[in-house]
C-alpha cells in the first residue's frame, strides 16, 4: 500500500495503539528553552522523578535573552530568573545546555538544524509551535505544552492522534524578488489562519524542491500560522548536502546507513491525502500582511480589502484589527511609512537571510528616520556573518547587527517596538502586542524588509533589483 512522508514516520514511531483513544508515541528528540521548561522540571522533582533519556534533550536560551552585551547579567528580572533557572535544572538533571556565551547557543529551531541534531525520519518536540522548523528535513517536529514537556522528560513518549493530511503542491519558477517566506504568506493568506487546522502539511512541487534547506526551514516554521499540526518537506539531495559534515551528523558507514533510509521516506506514488491544494509559483509576488493574524496578507502591490469583499460574519474582527493598524478598508499597502525594521527570528534569521540582505543593501543606506535591527539566529550565524564582512556591510548601511536571541520577534525580552511604530518584520505572528504593546506589525520576506529599510516606506523590492 502507498505511503506519505508522515506514515512512514508516524508508524516507526508508535509504541502502543489505544483502540478508540490516542497513541503511545515515541519522541526521538527534545528541545527546550527557558520558557516552558521550569514548570516541567519542577513536576519532576514535585514527584521524586528524573529525566528518562537526558542524552536526547538539546537546551538553549532564546526567548529571553538580550541581543546587546550578553557578557552582561541580564537586566530585566524575570528574563535573568528564567535562564539562569534552565541552567540550574540542565545541571540537576544532567542535560547538555549552550547557554550564553556558548559557541553554539542561539534560537533552539537555528541551531538543531546547524548542528546536525535534526535529521531525516525523526520525531521531534519543544514546548514552543514553531517546531514545525524542523520538519523541513522530513520529520515529524511540533510544538507542545508544559505538561507535555513533563511527559516527554518522564518518559520519552506522549499521548498522539493521528492528525488529517494535506498536502500543498507549488509547482513552477518563482518570480524575480519573490522568496520562500512569500510562499507561505501567500499560502496562508489563501487558506486563512485556520484553514489547515487538524491537518499535518506536507509542502511538495517543483517550487519547494528547488529551494534551499534554509528556505525550506521558513516555509516549515510558518505552517503553524495556518492552524497546522505541522508541516514537513521530503528529504533529497539537497537536504543530504546540507547535512554532511555537521557535528551530530552521522557519519562514516553510519551515514551511508542513514542516507539509504532517508531515501526510503519521500510520499509514495499513488499516496492519499485527505486534502490537496495546488498552487502556481508564478502567481506568487512579494507578500505583506496589513492585519493581526499571518492570515491577513497581501501582494504588496495590492490593497487591503474593502468592506463589501468581506464576509459578514467576519466585519467586526476585521475592522478591529484594522483600527489597531491604523489602516482604512481599501488602502494600499505600498508607500506605507515604517519605523523600524527587523530582520531575525526562527523564520528569517539563518545565514542565507543574512547574505540576501547584505547583497541587497551593500552600497545603500537605510532611511533617516528607520531603526533597523539585524538578529542572527545563533552564535555560529553571527560568526560567520563577520567571517563573511556582512557585518561590515550592514555597519555602513546603518544596519544595527545585534547579538543572537529570538528578540523583537516577541514582547518577551528588551527588544521591544513602541506603541503606535510600525516595524516590518521577518518573524511568524503579527499579533496585538505580539513586537510590544501598541506595535504594529507588517509581516514580509528579508528582500522586502530590506528594500523598506533603504527606502522608509513599504516598498516593492522588484523596483530595486
Known amino acids: 500500500m502507498a505511503k506519505t512522508l508522515f506514515d512512514k514516520i508516524w508508524e516507526k514511531h508508535v509504541v502502543k495503539n489505544i483502540e478508540g483513544g490516542p497513541s503511545v508515541f515515541y519522541i526521538d528528540k527534545h528541545f527546550i528553552h527557558e520558557v516552558t521548561s521550569p514548570q516541567a522540571f519542577k513536576g519532576l522533582e514535585k514527584r521524586g522523578m528524573q529525566v528518562f533519556r537526558p542524552k536526547q534533550i538539546v537546551a538553549t536560551p532564546d526567548h529571553n535573552v538580550p541581543t546587546l552585551n550578553q557578557h552582561l547579567p541580564i537586566k530585566e528580572e524575570l528574563s535573568r530568573i528564567q535562564v539562569q533557572t534552565l541552567k540550574e535544572n540542565c545541571e540537576k538533571f544532567g542535560i547538555e545546555m549552550y547557554g550564553l556565551g556558548h559557541p553554539f547557543q542561539g534560537i533552539v529551531h537555528v541551531i538543531g538544524p546547524e548542528l546536525g541534531v535534526t535529521q531525516p525520519g525523526m520525531t521531534m518536540v519543544c514546548g514552543d509551535s514553531h517546531t514545525s522548523t524542523h520538519g523541513a528535513f522530513g520529520s515529524i517536529a511540533f510544538g507542545i505544552g508544559t505538561s507535555e514537556v513533563e511527559m516527554v522528560m518522564a518518559t520519552q513518549c506522549l499521548m498522539q492522534s493521528k492528525p488529517k493530511l494535506m498536502r500543498i503542491n507549488v509547482e513552477g519558477t518563482l518570480n524575480a524578488g519573490v522568496v520562500s517566506k512569500d510562499i507561505i504568506l501567500y499560502i496562508i493568506a489563501l487558506i486563512s489562519a485556520s484553514g489547515a487546522t487538524g491537518y499535518f502539511v506536507e509542502f511538495a512541487g517543483s517550487a519547494i524542491r528547488s529551494l534551499s ?6 516555509i516549515c516554521n510558518m505552517s503553524i500560522e495556518m492552524g497546522a499540526r505541522g508541516g514537513m518537506i521530503a528529504p533529497d539531495e539537497v537536504t543530504f548536502e546540507y547535512m554532511k559534515g555537521r557535528l551530530f551528523a552521522p557519519k ?8 539509504a533510509y532517508w531515501r526510503t521516506l519521500p510520499t509514495d506514488a499513488g499516496a492519499s491525502f485527505d486534502k490537496e491544494i495546488d498552487i502556481k509559483a508564478e502567481d506568487i509576488e512579494p507578500m505583506i500582511t496589513y492585519g493581526t493574524n499571518p492570515g491577513m496578507g497581501i501582494g504588496v502591490t495590492g490593497h487591503v480589502p474593502a468592506l463589501n469583499e468581506i464576509d459578514e460574519q467576519e466585519k467586526p474582527s476585521f475592522e478591529k484589527s484594522l483600527h489597531y493598524m491604523g489602516f482604512e478598508p481599501g488602502a494600499e499597502i505600498k508607500g506605507k511609512k515604517v519605523d523600524y525594521v527587523f530582520i531575525g527570528s526562527c523564520t528569517n534569521s539563518r545565514i542565507e537571510d543574512l547574505r540576501m540582505v547584505a547583497s541587497f543593501v551593500k552600497g545603500k543606506k537605510k532611511a533617516d528616520d528607520v531603526e533597523v535591527w539585524i538578529v542572527p539566529g545563533s552564535k555560529q550565524v553571527e560568526k560567520q556573518a563577520i567571517e ?3 557585518d561590515k556591510i550592514f555597519e555602513e548601511a546603518g544596519f544595527q547587527l545585534r547579538q543572537p536571541g529570538c528578540s523583537a520577534c516577541l514582547g518577551m525580552n528588551e527588544d521591544k517596538i513602541p506603541a503606535g511604530k510600525y516595524c516590518i518584520s521577518t518573524s511568524n505572528r503579527n499579533f496585538e502586542g505580539r513586537q510590544g504593546a501598541g506595535a504594529r506589525t507588517l509581516l514580509a520576506s528579508p528582500l522586502t524588509a530590506a528594500a523598506a529599510a533603504v527606502t522608509g516606506v513599504v516598498t516593492d523590492v522588484r ?3
Open 213 to 218: 534547506m534554509e528556505a525550506r526551514m521558513t
Open 252 to 259: 562514516g558507514e553510519e551515514w551511508e546507513k542513514a542516507v
Open 388 to 390: 563573511e564582512g556582512i
Open 463 to 465: 523596483e530595486l533589483i
